[in-house]
């Protein structure tokens, strides 16, 4: 067995809105995915494997918006967002609008790891694959399909006809239909300063088929930067939100650049959320602004950092686990119902591995 590695994990099932009597459950998943990730370290598994493995358990549950019990699209079918970067090497993989793969995620590692491989005649090897095209990798490589309908859960049936008869109706077109946008992800630090980052996705409600969200768009789901490549410090993020707003503000590579260039992360990442994202004018149209992350900034050489959170939805719910500690944290983070769209929450800790 390779020599155990300390580290924290952090994971979150989304920016959006939390149901109050759905909030334990929440918490204890996020605390399974936790444990599972930091178990990974402790058998000498490097950080890019504890955020994929953190993000299955997450896509396996019905309470998040990512593989099994995602949102399904307008046609009423599940398609999949999913991404990872790796810090260290500075790679990317990533699939979209997939259907039938139990665990999305599991697929963007493998492109994400390929990338240092050579194929013939000069080839390019894919980071990013969509549709069929991902499925059909994904399965010539061993990833686990399964029929179309073992992905649906009762859960996201339910809305899906309930949401749908509301459209068929157009009972009031301007009414927004859901706050349920929760993409999930997870992200990682070990002790060397090595990061990784991963996002899922099922995407938003009724979406429009072939529809690819933030999860998996380069700088917008994640962002995953060593302190070995870059000396300073090394950081990862994994957003969540409407995927729209979060692709036309980057907003994954725009918190991990404020927050390295910062001396004050919680400071730098409330200026983010406001300047870049809520006030962007790329989004100048597009009414409240809905979007959340995760941050990591974490110094080597000082062998601390800052694990930071923040969203602009009704609510955001964390967890996170050092290889040092036995029990897994969890928060519950809200926003007041006139703030929602308009305002960031801001918080964070200080952790040492």
Known sequence: MDSPVNGLVAVHVGAGKHSLILKQKYQKLCGLACRK???ILKAGGNVLDAVVEATI????SPLTNAGYGSN???DGKVECDASVMNGLTLQFGAVGAVGCLKNPIATAKLLCNQQSNNISFGRVLPSFLVGDGALIWGKERGLEAVPAAELISVKALKIYKYYKRKVLN????HRQISTKMDTIGAICVDAAGNVASACSSGGIILKHPGRVGQAAVWGCGVWARNGKVYPDCSVATSTSGCGEHLISTTLARSIAEGISSSNCPTTALHSIMKTDFIESPFLTFSGPKLGGAIAIKYSPQEGSGDLLWSHTTESMIIGYMSTKEAKSKSRRSVLTTPEVGRKAVVE?????I
């Open 348 to 352: 964070g800790i200080g952790f040492r």
């Open 37 to 39: 990730a930091t178990g």
């Open 170 to 173: 157009a009972e009031n077109i």
């Open 72 to 74: 399904l699209t307008f």
């Open 57 to 60: 358990i997450l896509e396996d």
